[in-house]
């Protein structure tokens, strides 16, 4: 990965990018991003009222992926319109997952903020 870290211009009106390498990755739910979506899919229960009385949406959830993997801060970023007993729900299945892999930046594990949506749908 690279990243713009400077810009300059030399006298022959030539402008000049300096690169730095830099090795970032993100913190990472265990098997990747399938196995988050298969977890959730899992893990998710459609709540009865919400059935009842046709809501669906998507709940936009955000939490911190601490330097050991653990989660905290979590919260609805934005919430399924008229139904906060999804928002609740979304809310229990992240609070179930495992230790995220955490982030790292130039091999030093970082704090990462991670947002999740989770799709609440009828058929």
């Not at 739910?29 to 196995?35: L, R, T, V």
């Not at 979590?74 to 919430?79: F, S």
């Not at 928002?87 to 229990?92: G, L, N």
């Amino acid at each position: 990965m690279f990243s713009v870290s400077c810009f300059g211009q030399d006298t022959s009106g030539t402008i000049k990018v300096k690169k730095t390498e830099t090795d970032t990755t993100w913190a990472e739910f265990p098997g990747g991003s399938k196995a988050m979506n298969n977890f959730v899919q899992k893990n998710l229960t459609y709540p009865d009222s919400a059935i009842h009385n046709g809501l669906s949406g998507t709940c936009h959830i955000s939490f911190i992926v601490d330097v050991d993997g653990t989660m905290s801060d979590l919260r609805v970023v934005r919430g399924v319109k008229d139904c906060p007993i999804c928002d609740q729900e979304a809310i229990r299945v992240i609070k179930m997952m495992p230790n995220f892999k955490p982030g790292m930046k130039d091999g030093v594990p970082v704090k990462v903020i991670y947002r999740i949506p989770i799709n609440f749908r009828l058929q």
